[in-house]
């Protein structure tokens, strides 16, 4: 099993920004939500981050329950949620990592006809990208041309 925790999916007009946990086994993709998230990837200021910090110390229960459940094999549960998703191998048309100047990094997950968008930060850089590699190794996907 493969895991990558705490990356975020940003807030869309009508969804607000979640926390999710990235799993790759048995030939599949998951990605599970594990809570609410204040997405502290955007936030430049001190400021802003003194506040993203306090708001998420208010989630910080409920995600490390959810990853400990990850942890113990017990995805069932996770996948039950409306906002978690499961991919075959076979379903997922595109995987990256897209690096960007100005704005946060991302993982970009396409398969069955979505595009999940995933914001990383600057720390979470090394691991994300050492995560999408041995993910596309165990997938048995393509390794993407220079455009991604």
Same mark, same amino acid.
């Given at each position: ?44 200021? =001190?400021?802003? $981050? #003194? ?5 998420? @110390? ?5 995600? *490390?329950? &959810?990853? +400990? ?38 993982? =970009?997950?396409? $398969? #069955? ?5 995933? @914001? ?5 850089? *090394?691991? &994300?990208? +050492? ?18």
């Amino acid at each position: 099993m493969l895991i990558l925790d705490r990356i975020t999916r940003p807030p869309g007009l009508l969804r607000r920004a979640l926390m999710y946990s990235l799993v790759v086994e048995e030939g599949r993709l998951c990605a599970l939500c594990t809570g609410k998230s204040s997405n502290p990837v955007m936030w430049g200021s =001190v400021r802003h $981050a #003194a506040l993203v910090k306090t708001f998420d @110390s208010t989630y910080e229960p409920e995600v *490390e329950a &959810a990853e +400990a459940g990850i942890l113990r094999a017990e995805i069932a549960p996770l996948l039950a949620n409306k906002d978690s998703f499961e991919f075959s191998a076979r379903d997922i048309s595109r995987l990256i990592i897209q690096e960007r100047l100005w704005t946060s990094s991302r993982i =970009v997950l396409e $398969a #069955a006809g979505q595009r999940l968008v995933f @914001s990383l930060s600057q720390a979470q850089m *090394e691991e &994300a990208t +050492a995560f999408v590699s041995r993910a596309r190794q165990m997938l048995g996907l393509p390794v993407p041309g220079p455009r991604g």
